[in-house]
């Protein structure tokens, strides 16, 4: 039911998409880019369950810079940072010769 509140609260999945990128990167960001080394970086988070991810937003040491947030918003910039998902480069395999 919560992830229902939440979905119909922005209306839709791409609205929470974005409403979520937009407080990541208002309030999360400057810590949590890859070249920070105060906090896990993005990558690390989008590791994490979503549910870890909001605990450690509404229960947890994030609890202060979720300060004025909504439930929703909360929600969002978990679901975002959930939904990153880091691709590794493809290697490539060396070419082979057809005789």
Not at 37 to 51: F, I, K, T
Not at 84 to 93: G, R, W
């Amino acid at each position: 039911m919560a992830i229902l509140a939440v979905a119909l609260s922005f209306g839709t999945a791409a609205e929470a998409q974005t409403s979520g990128q937009a407080v990541f990167e208002a309030r999360c960001k400057d810590c949590h880019e890859p070249a920070a080394d105060r906090a896990p970086s993005r990558a690390d988070l989008a590791q994490r369950p979503q549910a870890e991810i909001v605990k450690s937003l509404t229960d947890g040491l994030m609890k202060l810079m979720t300060d004025g947030l909504s439930a929703a918003e909360i929600q969002a910039v978990a679901s975002y940072i959930s939904s990153m998902v880091t691709v590794e480069p493809a290697t490539t395999a060396p070419a082979t010769r057809m005789p």
